[in-house]
């Protein structure tokens, strides 16, 4: 019989260390505790807490299914608690990212940032994770298209007949809050005209054509639009499964050989380099950056992840590794670039983007001084 197993990977940033830097200890422990006792209770049967940056991170591997209240409300109850530890602590921006006071449900459209996949488990199932910090859910956009739609990224496009059909994507306009499914290689052109734009259209899910597969699922939401002001970015997560007709891992992988900008850093108004870290630099200081990137990659087993002898789920963190240096050091000469040209389009975002930031406050204030030219 085959299983039905759910990945739920909830983010939310509850409050940090020095500025919005990194998630401390006590706010950790709090969110050990609750997973720890959610899975002595059956609710959960493995989680693994990490954090990206000032995001604290609860991936929890079930069988309840996707968007089911139980498990949000774990992940809130969880958040909720560590705020109030980071209220008591005074540590920095306590409860961010928890926009309402009442939960009802559906942690989604409330602050935390949420993907989810449930699969029908295949006879091996790889998955990486990844979670971002100090930019947006359309900093996957470009790899996403890399990975599922690139054949000079992804051999399997080409040498593996099961990935011929191609792959499904489905891209949120976040504007209009609408959402469209483009299949490659078909729609290609279409595809990058959208995604392209990578502050509207966001990719939040990818299958593959011939069996609708699901082989990718990434958290899409504006949380300026949630709470009508610019309140941080949305920093995102994305599952992606691997192998056995689907991209390798190190086919998931080869798009962050080198750095590419996204939007975000500072202030979330600048376009800054993705620097791909292991989790011990996973830590947002020059300039609040550059954008980090975590990539963490397990093997889902009869509905958890595999466990070592001691019982501890395996992670693998894959951006802990030399054969990244060179997109970390591309990261450190372009974000040099930018910040020669301080605030200065194009390193600062445009104008609509500055439109959700306190930027909105100054031209405010300038209003009547404006007189016919
Ligand atoms: C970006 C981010 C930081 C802050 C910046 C100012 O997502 O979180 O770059 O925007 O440190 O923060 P405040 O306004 O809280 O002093
Ligand atoms: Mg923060
Ligand atoms: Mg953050």
Redesign the pocket.
């Known amino acids: 019989m085959s299983i039905r197993t759910t990945i739920s990977l909830i983010k939310c940033d509850v409050g940090s260390l020095a500025?919005?830097h990194i998630v401390p200890q006590p706010l950790f422990k709090i969110a050990e505790r609750n997973l720890q006792k959610a899975s002595e209770d059956g609710l959960i049967n493995s989680y693994y807490v990490f954090n990206v940056g000032d995001d604290l991170e609860l991936l929890m591997v079930h069988t309840k299914g996707e968007t089911n209240p139980e498990i949000h409300k774990l992940a809130w109850d969880t958040f909720k608690e560590a705020a109030n530890k980071a209220l008591e602590l005074k540590l920095y921006?306590a409860g961010q990212d928890l926009l309402k006071t009442a939960f009802s449900g559906n942690i989604r459209g409330i602050g935390p940032g949420v993907a989810e996949m449930e699969i029908e488990e295949r006879g091996s199932d790889p998955i990486v994770v990844f979670g971002a910090d100090?930019t947006s859910a359309g900093a996957f956009n470009f790899p996403l298209f890399r990975i599922f739609a690139d054949p000079m990224n992804t051999a399997g496009l080409v040498i593996d007949p099961n990935m011929a059909g191609g792959f499904k994507f489905e891209v949120m306009d976040t504007v209009k809050n609408k959402k469209v499914v483009l299949k490659c290689p078909e729609e290609m052109y279409e595809l990058i005209a959208l995604i392209g734009t990578v502050q509207r259209y966001m990719i939040s899910r990818v299958w593959r054509a011939r069996d609708n597969l699901i082989c990718a699922s990434g958290s899409v939401t504006r949380l300026s639009q949630i709470a009508g002001k610019y309140v941080?970015?949305d920093d995102p997560v994305m599952i992606v499964r691997a192998q056995h007709g689907l991209p390798a891992v190190g086919e998931i992988l080869a798009p962050f050989m080198h750095s590419y900008l996204v939007e975000?850093w500072?202030?979330?108004s600048h376009w800054g380099p993705i620097m791909p870290v292991g989790l011990k630099d996973s830590k947002c200081t020059l300039f609040?950056g550059p954008p980090r990137m975590v990539a963490l990659g397990l093997q889902v087993t009869n509905g958890e992840i595999a466990k070592d002898d001691e019982g501890k789920p395996m992670m693998a963190d894959l951006f802990d590794d030399p054969a990244f240096e060179l997109a970390r050091r591309e990261a450190l000469e372009n974000a040099a670039m930018l910040r020669r040209m301080g605030e200065f389009e194009p390193a600062r975002l445009g104008p609509d983007e500055m439109e959700y930031t306190t930027i909105g406050q100054i031209l405010e204030k300038l209003r009547e001084r404006f007189k016919p030219a």
Do not use: F, L
């Open positions: 500025g919005h921006g100090k941080g970015k975000g500072m202030r979330g609040d």
